[in-house]
């Protein structure tokens, strides 16, 4: 009932913005439309309403713009403004982007449309949108002091081209570009081939990754930082925030993947092999294109990606270790192999709460209940059918059926394996003798700490 009571609350503030705007600007502006549901959770496409029919993608997380057709032109509108934005249960961040969402609503149309791109900057500063790897007239191109003039703020600006080539495409500001993009200004300019039939895939999903420098226990990111960044995020979500990529045995999926972070992330999914088919500059001929199961998605780039689905629940990540968990310290000691028993005794003493970790590696912080600051989500974290999964950041699941209806993008759960075909543990002595190289291996395995110049080192050297 209450969360009713918000909703149309929150209807009601949306009215009242709406009916501020004059009514000459809402004559010629197209209503801006906010996303059908407050949560982030990935919405089905609709099928396009009027022109050129395409297979619309399914944004991860996200949302596709509305558009309206006027003298066969499509007309759609995009707000720049604070938002906030969940990353996951348990962490909402304050945020920059569109039409109430981080990243923005992905845009949509057809090889051969006429667009007409409005902005409204309801930012506390100027911004532009730069249209990422599009063909288009210079003066279309969105770079702010250089092929037009900064939209100040509570303005509205008006971007017209024709859409040349299908292929996957960014927007993003081109003004104060550090700071709004480390805000999370960003989206996906997704262009359909004129004849639906070419290109076709059964799936065709589509995020953009950025990065987050955000305190644990702020919510504000820091817009100054340059490459220590925090949060690893797909569509402005990380693990276990972001949603599978839902598929039937056999589909063909495509997968479009944009950077707008300051690193380059290897991309890897576990099952089938896949091909880079196509780029933000174009498609690949098939003749040059090759098998992978990572592609390196660097900065500024798109990639789309395209497999034929196996059943099963097939891990996709970045394959940087630290790009699959949530915000952490970064200059912690490796302490494996240190009994840290009697420092922890005595440190007890002076904090109650103290708790010594990593000394067998780091995996027992993924189940733990250590508290945490608010608004800050565990570094590892999310439970799978076996337990907990130990990620964060960058990670999904590609979940494959073998009964799943075209259009069905829920998640189906755990995948049941086959009879006999999940590791499993046996007798040791079933095993066969271990071959190893390498010196013995002590009974002890304690590490031993040897300081280069004690006096262990120098009767080591002498009598070897
Ligand atoms: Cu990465």
């Known amino acids: ?201 059964d799936r065709d999903f589509a995020f953009v990754m950025a990065a987050y420098d955000i305190d644990p226990g702020s919510a504000t990111p820091r817009t100054s930082t340059m490459l220590d960044f925090n949060l690893w995020t797909w569509n402005s979500r990380v693990f276990p925030g972001i949603d599978p990529l839902v598929a039937r045995t056999g589909d063909r999926v495509r997968i479009r993947v944009g950077n707008l972070t300051m690193t380059n992330h290897p991309i890897h999914m576990h099952g089938p092999s896949f091909e880079v088919t196509g780029t933000d500059g174009g498609w690949v001929p098939k003749t040059a294109r090759w098998p992978e199961v990572t592609t390196d998605i660097g900065v500024g780039q798109m990639r789309a990606i395209e497999f034929d689905a196996i059943a099963g629940d097939w891990a996709i990540h970045c394959h940087k270790a630290h790009h699959t968990m949530n915000a952490m310290g970064h200059d912690v000691p490796n302490l494996i192999g240190v009994d840290a028993a009697g420092v922890a005794e005595r440190l007890q003493k002076l904090v109650p709460d103290y708790m010594p970790m990593g000394h067998t590696g780091m995996g027992e912080m993924a189940a733990m209940e250590m508290p945490l600051p608010a608004n800050t989500l565990p570094m590892m974290t999310g439970t799978g059918p076996f337990g907990p999964l130990e990620m964060g950041g960058m990670f999904s699941v590609v979940k494959v059926r073998d009964h799943v209806a075209r259009g069905d993008y829920r998640d189906p759960g755990w995948y049941a394996h086959p009879a006999g075909t999940v590791a499993h543990e046996v007798d040791a002595g079933d095993a066969p003798v271990a071959p190893r190289n390498g010196p013995p291996r002590a009974d002890d395995a304690t590490l031993k700490v040897r300081k280069p110049g004690t006096q262990d080192e120098h009767q080591h050297h002498h009598h070897p």
Do not use: C
């Open 1 to 201: 009932m209450t969360n009713r009571r918000r909703f149309f609350q929150a209807a009601g503030a949306t009215l009242l913005s709406t009916a501020a705007v004059s009514r000459v600007a809402a004559a010629t502006v197209p209503e801006a439309p906010e996303p059908g549901t407050p949560t982030p959770t990935t919405q089905p496409p609709p099928t396009p309403p009027d022109g050129r029919p395409f297979h619309p993608v399914v944004t991860l997380n996200g949302w596709s713009l509305p558009w309206r057709t006027k003298d066969n032109v499509k007309e759609f509108h995009l707000v720049a403004e604070p938002v906030t934005r969940e990353f996951a249960p348990g962490m909402t961040a304050n945020l920059w982007g569109y039409n109430g969402t981080s990243p923005g609503p992905t845009i949509e149309a057809v090889e051969g449309d006429r667009v007409r791109l409005f902005v409204t900057n309801r930012l506390p500063e100027h911004t532009t949108v730069h249209w990422h790897g599009m063909p288009l007239p210079s003066g279309m191109d969105g770079v702010g002091g250089l092929t037009q003039p900064q939209i100040p703020p509570g303005k509205t600006f008006v971007y017209e081209f024709v859409l040349q080539r299908a292929g996957q495409f960014m927007y993003h500001p081109h003004a104060d570009e550090m700071v709004q993009m480390a805000m999370g200004m960003m989206g996906l300019f997704i262009v359909h081939p004129k004849d639906p039939r070419r290109l076709r895939v």
